[in-house]
């Protein structure tokens, strides 16, 4: 069984550009979340989604990202524009259902640097 | 809100040493407990997990066993090996049977020595 992808694996930016995330979930896995993850801190969710709609992004700091997961398959996380303090490892995992304590599995991460 | 805290790193050990990290928990009801394990340039991975109090979660030698009484849940293994090098994090989920979500501690930095 594939297991949650993403890409790209690593981004350097310099501050105020734009950059975006891609994953793609365990097939038939209807819960995405994508998390953030400073050095040193434990992941912080983001957003989560299931399907195609919005279950919880009370932490998405809502002035700079953005997220979709438009055909409730794969998603996209975007910041626009990056602070310095963006830099982190944005990791997305996906669930089989958000209302059963399912295991989430998680992919690689992008690891985004802010210049 | 919930909250998890855990033993700060790093943790050096010798091959065939006795590994504890210490976890515990704050909430608001009945979570259950995980315990997540990233190797190096690698995602996360669900290590182990208890769902109740008593319960014990084990894999591959870890074992952590749901303490409600402490609000606990320390991973222990009695001889680590160089593979196990890697970040634990301690982490809980609590939805009230709606929304199960994963709060995570900051992690814990293990190495291990040949």
């Known amino acids: 069984e594939a297991g949650v992808a993403q890409s790209p694996r690593y981004k350097i930016i310099e501050k105020r550009q734009s950059v975006a995330f891609w994953c793609n979930p365990i097939s038939g896995h209807a819960t995405l979340y994508w998390y953030q993850q400073i050095l040193g801190q434990g992941p912080k969710l983001l957003i989560q989604?299931?399907?195609?709609?919005?279950?919880?992004d009370s932490q998405l700091p809502k002035d700079r990202f953005s997220a979709e997961r438009l055909k409730g398959v794969d998603s996209t996380l975007k910041i626009q524009p990056a602070k310095l303090e963006d830099s982190a490892v944005y990791l997305c995992?996906?669930?089989?259902?958000?209302?059963?304590?399912?295991?989430?599995?998680f992919g690689p991460g992008t690891r985004l640097t802010v210049l | 809100g919930n909250s998890v805290t855990q033993m700060e790193g790093p943790v050096t050990l010798s091959e065939e040493a006795f590994l504890t990290i210490n976890c515990t928990y704050t909430?608001?009801?009945?979570?259950?407990l995980f315990w997540y394990v990233q190797y190096p340039g690698e995602g996360l991975q669900l290590l182990l997990k208890?769902?109740?109090?008593?319960d014990k979660g084990s894999n591959k030698g870890f074992e952590a066993t749901y303490r409600k009484e402490t609000t606990s849940f320390h991973l222990e293994k009695g001889s680590v090996q160089v593979s196990d090098s890697a970040v634990y994090f301690c982490?809980?989920?609590?939805?009230?049977?709606?929304?199960?979500?994963?709060?995570f501690g900051k992690g814990t930095l293990l190495t291990v020595n040949p």
């Open positions: 909430a608001t009801g009945y979570p259950s």
């Open positions: 208890a769902t109740k109090a008593d």
């Open positions: 995992a996906s669930s089989l259902d958000y209302r059963t304590n399912n295991e989430q599995f």
């Open positions: 982490a809980l989920s609590e939805g009230g049977g709606s929304n199960y979500k994963l709060t």
């Open positions: 989604f299931q399907n195609n709609g919005v279950v919880d």
